[in-house]
């Protein structure tokens, strides 16, 4: 999430940590505080608090110590603060949000859980209501896997899942990552997923990104198809992961948009860029240059273009298409 325009943004890790892994190397936390302290252009006006959630008390202790030696390392800005809160992320969450009170700052919740509970979908209606509000999940999907047929953890996956629906799929790893984006699409305007794979080609969990920002859907678009050039979805361990991926590539974006658009006249390039958004695709790589380019100088027409005033080539604001 970009900090321009907001005058406070809360950075939530929901499973923080205690700060550093057994290995020496810096958790999630330290990560994200400094990327904010170092970043190149400055913040600007707005105000970045974060607030780190862990459950358990030691390693939030811990976490608290790494966090004030790196703060007097490097002394943090006046506009940036921090909060270790121990609890469930739930529970800590809730009250959070009970107790804001007036305007809520925007939100961009990390949420990594050490397992398949405490994530359910209420909360994240909760954190979707706010107006600026964006997630990346590991939806652990391996983890899951191995309790789905235990009738004990039934009733915390329904909580996961905000359906009982998810018995239906068990077992079929996209069905159940389908049911999983369709119920977070209840909740969000935009949701799109990238999967992580182990050295023995194994799924190991999903990133879900939700939001209700364009822009923030672009940013996490253009980091999926950085980590995944071929088709925008998977992350692999694989030392030579490119002959060996099973991963069907996504359709051609030229084919998306002439079977979407042909036939319904002229169209603004506001709603193709919807469009794509709604796609594996990205609006900001893959349309214009990428695809409608190409399109408006093909033999016969499959594209015609009206441009704005004073506008003699590309597809800047105010444009009209019509795919033949």
């Not at 321009?4 to 999630?28: I, N, T």
């Not at 939001?211 to 694989?238: E, H, I, T």
Request: net charge neutral; proline share 8%.
């Amino acid at each position: 999430m970009t900090s321009a325009g907001f005058p406070r943004l809360l950075y939530v890790d929901g499973f923080a940590g205690p700060g550093r892994y057994e290995g020496g190397e810096p958790g999630s936390p330290l990560i994200a505080l400094r990327a904010a302290v170092l970043r190149k252009r400055p913040l600007g006006p707005s105000r970045i608090e974060f607030l780190f959630i862990e459950e358990r008390s030691d390693r939030a202790d811990a976490l608290q110590e790494e966090l004030a030696a790196f703060n007097e390392e490097r002394p943090l800005p006046s506009n940036i603060s921090y909060e270790v809160r121990a609890g469930r992320f739930d529970a800590v969450m809730t009250e959070r949000l009970d107790d804001s009170k007036g305007p809520s700052p925007a939100i961009f919740a990390f949420i990594d859980p050490f397992g398949y509970s405490g994530l359910p979908m209420t909360l994240l209606h909760r954190i979707a209501r706010v107006r600026h509000s964006e997630c990346l999940i590991n939806f652990a999907y391996y983890s899951m896997n191995r309790w789905g047929n235990d009738p004990a953890k039934a009733s915390t996956l329904t909580e996961q899942f905000g359906t009982p629906d998810w018995q239906e799929v068990w077992g079929d790893e996209a069905a159940t990552l389908e049911l999983y984006r369709l119920q977070l699409k209840r909740e969000f305007r935009y949701v799109c997923s990238f999967q992580m794979q182990d050295a023995a080609d194994r799924t190991l969990y999903f990133l879900a990104f939700a939001s209700n920002a364009p822009k923030g859907l672009s940013v996490m678009k253009a980091a999926m198809w950085k980590a995944d050039p071929k088709s925008g979805r998977v992350f692999s361990d694989l030392e030579d992961v490119q002959p060996l991926m099973l991963v069907v590539p996504p359709r051609p974006l030229r084919e998306l948009l002439l079977n979407y658009f042909r036939g319904r006249g002229w169209v603004s390039i506001d709603d193709v860029e919807e469009f794509v958004r709604q796609t594996i695709y990205s609006e900001a790589i893959h349309l214009r240059n990428q695809t409608l380019a190409p399109m408006a100088r093909e033999k016969p027409a499959v594209l015609e273009v009206i441009r704005p005033p004073g506008a003699r080539s590309g597809f800047p604001a105010d444009t009209r298409v019509r795919f033949l």
